[in-house]
C-alpha cells in the first residue's frame, strides 16, 4: 500500500470553513443598525478597523461577552466539515486556519464543536477582551510594529491589491509551507483575499474554491486562472469538502491511482477546470 503525501491544509475561515461571515453574524444577530451600517464603512475602511469600531459600540448597547459567546454557538458549522477535519487529521495533514477574521471568535467556535486541537496554527487578526468587557479586534499587522507586507497582486475585476494592508495571505501561506516538507498543499478559500496564496501553489497543489463566491469570480477568468498552477476545484457545500477529502487521503495501491488523486480525477462529483501557467 502506498503511503499518503505529507499534506499542509490550509482553510480560510468565513464561508470556507463556516457558512457565514462570522463578524457579519455577531451584528447581525445583536445590532442590525450596525450591521447595515457596515455595507457603507467597509469600502473605505480596512475591514479589521472598521470592526473594531463597530465592536466599541456594544458595550454601551449592554451587549456583553456572554451575548456574543452565545451568538457564536448559532454559527452553521456543518456536521460534514467536522468529519472532514477530523479525516484530514487523522490522515496525517497539518491543518491550520488562514483567516481575516479574529482570534477570539475563531478560537470559541472551533472550542463549540470539539475541533480546536486538530489545528496547529490560526494565523488571523488578534482578538481579545478588556476589563471593560470590550471585545477588541487588532490588525494582524500592526501598523506601530510591522513592515508592510508589500503585496502586489491584484484583482483585475476591482482593479485592487488583493490583500488588505493588514495581512497578506499568500506571504503567510508562504511561510507556512516553508516551515516544513510538504509534498501537497491544499488550500480552501472564497474571497478575493484567497486569490494571493492561490497564487503560491505549484502544479501537485490543490485549491478547492467555494462556488458563488468572490475567488470563483476571479478564477474562472482567464487571465487570473494563468497565474494558477494548482489544480482548480468548485464546491458548494460542507459535504463537497468531505467528499474531496475522501478521495485526497484515501490509502491508495497503485501508481495509477496515485496519478488520480494528484490530479484531482478523482473529484469526478465536483466542478473542476484547468488551468495554465503565464
Known sequence: MRRLPKTLVVFDFD???IDVDSDHFIFEKLAKDLREKMDIMENNMVWTDMVNALLSELPARGITRSDIDQVLTQIPFRPAMVRALHLAHSAGADLRILSDANTYTISRILDNHGVRHLFTEVATNRGYWDHNDRLWVERYLRLD???PHECKTVNGKTGRRSCAPNLCKGKELRRMMNQNKYERVVFIGDGANDFCPSCQLSSNDVVLCRAGRVLETILTQPRHAAQVKAQ???WNFASDILQAFENL??????DD???ALDRGIVLSTLDAVSVTTC
Request: glycine letters at 0%; zero cysteines; proline letters at 0%.
Open 232 to 234: 482548480v476545484i468548485f
Open 145 to 147: 510594529v510591522d513592515a
Open 257 to 259: 491511482s496515485v496519478v
Open 15 to 17: 464561508w470556507s470553513m
Open 249 to 254: 487521503f484515501q490509502s491508495v495501491e497503485s
